[in-house]
């Protein structure tokens, strides 16, 4: 049976809502016509309430697909909501779908309307002539629960079965920087295949001896810079046990590096310029870059004195340009605390220093959201949006 592994659509995602949309279609069209299953660990959509709007887009996405000829069917669900449905696309709810237990979620709110199933905490069986896949979801839950939540679920392997876990969590061997996960022996033994949503690039590990996939978003969110590789799925072939990436169409994303060090902030913005010239690609779509500066200006000029505040706008019909100030070297006196104090900057954006400050105070408490810190600044900042970043946070923090 051929399984394709497609995550993280985030449908609905604010900043780039339209490339949520047509990279989920295009990955699910291509999906869906390749392999026998289509497997979904989490994150569709990008809030747990979407608006119906949004939600008329996943109905939109999932309808036709649902009714489409499958050959594999599915034959049995024990999961936490009924099944409606035998169609081979089987979904968990990721993180960012996550409602309290036995309240409903968008993702079981498509597995009501019979458009997918959702194993989320239980099984599902596929068969497909005589071949049989059986897959386990777990779906998304704060890290310092999913030990023990695996513990109590206590996932089996199904005999007479090819068996898949999947799941949507970060672990200690994908972000060993960060205490308090879950790691890879704390995964259930005895599965063939291991499928994780979560983290938003490609990660081809083993689990138990066993394949480990994660495909990556299908949408860029988080503008690391991990992220600049391309898009797409896995498509799983359980005949050989080989598997291979499938690309999708994708809005380019290329961070590019300007060093500050020893230079006037004039020349700085010269050398921002032309790097930002150099990646917008001839003739193809607007492209996302962004700019990470390091280094520490001449002596004599502070960080401030670097405004990056209008390229964004300079460059709107050609790229989306995000500034990134956050590497610099600080040069920041106590005689600028005062002057700051004194409110004497003279035509030197505050903005642009609160930012840096903002930056720096996220990175200490490991800030690790979806929504980008200068982002986030200008939600922040705006009193119309203020409510929908703080909100946004809430549940991000306190799924
Ligand atoms: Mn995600």
Redesign the pocket.
């Known amino acids: 049976m051929k399984l394709a592994i497609l ?2 659509f ?1 449908l609905g995602y604010d900043r780039f809502r339209e490339d949520a949309y047509s990279q989920a279609e295009e990955a699910l069209i291509s999906a869906a016509s390749c392999a026998d299953a289509l497997l979904l660990p ?2 569709l959509f990008d809030i747990r309430a979407p608006k119906p709007e949004v939600l008329a887009e996943a109905i939109n996405l999932f309808r036709n697909l649902s009714r489409m000829d499958w050959k594999t069917r599915t034959v049995r669900v024990e999961a936490e909501g009924k099944s409606y449905t035998t169609v081979p696309l089987i979904a968990i709810a ?3 779908e996550r409602r309290a237990q036995r309240s409903e979620n968008p993702v079981n709110l498509l597995a009501l309307a019979g458009m997918l199933i959702d194993v989320s905490d239980g099984f599902a069986v596929l068969e497909k002539g005589n071949e049989r896949v059986a897959v386990y979801g777990i779906g998304g839950v704060s890290e310092e629960q999913f030990a023990d939540t695996i513990r109590r679920l206590n996932p089996r392997p199904m005999p007479g079965c090819f068996n898949v876990f999947m799941f ?1 969590q970060s672990t200690k061997e994908l972000l060993p920087f960060d205490s308090g996960l879950a790691c890879f022996d704390d995964l259930p033994k005895g599965f063939d295949l291991y499928v994780d ?2 983290i ?1 690039n490609r990660v081809e590990k083993k689990v138990h001896g066993k394949p480990f996939l994660i495909p990556g ?1 299908t949408v860029l ?1 988080q503008l690391k810079n991990s992220e600049q590789e391309e898009k797409g799925f896995y498509v799983y072939d359980t005949a050989d046990n080989s598997y291979a990436f499938h690309k999708i169409t994708s809005r380019r994303f290329v961070v590019v590096k300007v060093d500050a060090a020893g230079k006037e902030p004039m020349a700085v913005s010269k050398d921002i310029r032309e790097a930002i010239e150099r990646a917008i690609p001839a003739g193809s779509g607007k492209p996302i870059i962004k700019v990470e500066i390091t280094g520490k200006l001449k002596p004599g000029f502070k960080n401030l004195d670097l405004d990056t505040s209008a390229f964004s706008k300079t460059y709107k019909d050609r790229a989306i340009v995000e500034v990134a100030k956050a590497g610099m070297e600080s040069v920041e006196t106590n005689s600028d605390v005062d002057a700051l104090r004194k409110g004497s900057f003279d035509n030197v954006s505050v903005k642009d220093y609160g930012l840096g400050i903002f930056v720096e105070k996220l990175k200490q408490n490991k800030y690790d959201l ?1 929504i980008s810190p200068s982002e986030l600044f200008e939600m922040l900042s705006s009193e119309t949006s203020k409510d929908k970043a703080t909100k946004k946070v809430l549940e991000a923090l306190f799924p």
Do not use: A, V
């Open positions: 995550s993280d985030h989490g994150d990721g993180t960012h949507h949503g979560h938003h978003s969110t979806d």
